[in-house]
């Protein structure tokens, strides 16, 4: 992908404040609130050139983690499927916007449930779709059973980025029409959840401000990865949602970059937010069994005869679904910096100043999509913690 493209594509994204897709440069005046409406900066915000600078050095790295998206070109799949006595609800197939779209998914895989007239479901998965849905059975008074052949810290979704990305690798464009509705109810019901998960001991879930950088003014570009297909971008439905960006005006801020946006997001530390939901579940009665099923006739001996099948990527070997695509994502965590406060994209990097440490991610390279090695190549993430502290060498202090 060609620097300028991509970049504005980090504009459009996470300057957005969220709705960011892994596309979605669109014209500035086409977004009702999200990055594309951007206003130009009036005022400093103090905090732009007071930034704490992130010790980016490699021997600061405490771990490199790989998982891989479950990617499916119609987007997730949320459907009821007969198997002998049991009804399974299948949820899975978020692409890159599991932890986002989780809430929303699991309220319509709830609704599917309930119409079974269950009071007793079983929950194959304890990753961010399997915890929120088991959550919003046990409240809605389901007795609820978790079975995973991994539970947290060692499932995939514990190495996601942990930022609000609804519309990120979540159908591909040519199915966007079909998902537009759906999505955009999962999209708000997740909103609406996560704002009742703010202010909690630990932070699981914050707003936090980043900058966008860029050597191009942000304008209409798409930002694809060359071997990636067109993705659906919906950012457009839901710009009420989230803070606008601000472009910031040349001189009021840090970079060396002569194109800044200043976003705001959520943000999930996710470290903190898994364990919050885990402890949720277990206070709420909960049981969590550790078990593999190797082919769909193995949940035949469960007791429950209502199940959900939140198995992510794992449900294209266990249902033999190859529609669930995986999409290979690898990220890089520095020694967590408190003070660091600010998200970054510029260039090839994203950082995420989760508390858990400084995530840095390399963003836009290839090879990808359809690629199931979870081997990770640390010295693609020691590049971008390089480039991150050239970055940081050139940022103005004072
Ligand atoms: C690099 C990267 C960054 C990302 N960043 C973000 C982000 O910032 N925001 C966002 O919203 N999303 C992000 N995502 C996407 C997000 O991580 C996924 O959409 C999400 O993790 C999917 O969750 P899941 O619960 O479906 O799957 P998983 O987390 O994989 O959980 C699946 C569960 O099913 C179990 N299971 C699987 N197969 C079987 C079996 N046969 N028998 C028994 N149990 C089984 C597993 O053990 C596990 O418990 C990112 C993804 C990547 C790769």
């Known amino acids: 992908m060609q620097r300028r493209q991509f970049l504005c594509q980090a504009g459009a994204t996470l300057a957005a404040a969220s709705t ?12 009702p609130g999200g990055s594309a409406a951007a206003a130009v900066g009036t005022h400093l915000q103090t905090d732009d050139r007071q930034l ?49 779209l989780s809430w929303g998914s699991g309220t319509l895989a709830l609704h599917m449930a309930q119409s079974t007239g269950a009071t007793e479901l079983g929950v194959i998965g304890c990753g961010a779709i399997g915890l929120t849905t088991a959550l919003l059975a046990q409240r809605a008074g389901l007795a609820v059973r978790i079975y995973a052949k991994e539970l947290p810290p060692d499932v995939f979704s514990m190495r996601a980025s942990g930022l609000w990305t609804p519309d990120s690798r979540i159908c591909q464009a040519t199915h966007a029409p079909a998902l537009a509705e759906r999505w955009e ?19 699981p879930v914050e707003w936090i401000e980043g900058y966008s950088l860029s050597d191009a003014p942000f304008g209409k570009f798409h930002g694809d990865v060359p071997d990636e297909p067109e993705y659906g971008d919906f950012s457009d439905r839901v710009g009420d949602l989230t803070p606008r960006s601000v472009e910031l005006a040349p001189g009021s801020h840090p970079f060396p970059e002569p194109y800044v946006r200043r976003y705001t997001t959520l943000m999930f530390n996710i470290s903190s937010y898994a364990n919050y939901l885990l402890n949720e579940f277990r206070a709420a009665g909960g049981h969590i069994e550790v078990r593999e099923f190797h082919q769909p006739s193995d949940l035949h001996a469960l007791p ?41 994209r510029s260039g090839n990097i994203s950082v995420v100043p989760r508390s858990d440490g400084i ?37 103005r202090r004072g």
Request: with cysteine; proline share 6%; charged share 20%.
């Open 20 to 31: 960011v897709g892994l596309v979605g440069c669109t014209p500035a005046t086409t977004r």
């Open 304 to 344: 429950e005869r209502t199940l959900v099948n939140a198995t992510g990527y794992g449900a294209r070997a266990l249902f033999k679904d190859d529609s669930v695509i995986p999409v290979r994502g690898q990220t890089a965590r520095l020694i967590p910096q408190p003070e660091v406060r600010y998200g970054l």
């Open 185 to 203: 109810m999962m999209t708000r019901l997740s909103y609406a959840r996560y704002q009742s998960l703010l202010g909690l001991p630990g932070q």
């Open 359 to 395: 995530l840095v991610q390399v963003i836009g390279d290839a090879g990808n999509f359809n690629n199931p090695d979870t081997t990770p190549h640390r010295e693609a993430s020691e590049a971008a913690v390089r480039e991150l502290a050239d970055l940081m060498s050139q940022m």
């Open 52 to 100: 704490a600078p992130i010790h980016a050095q490699i021997d600061r790295i405490t771990g490199v983690y790989v998982c891989t998206r479950p990617f499916r070109a119609a987007g997730p799949r949320i459907e009821m499927e007969r198997l002998g006595e049991k009804t399974v609800v299948h949820n899975y197939g978020h692409g890159g916007s599991g932890w986002s």
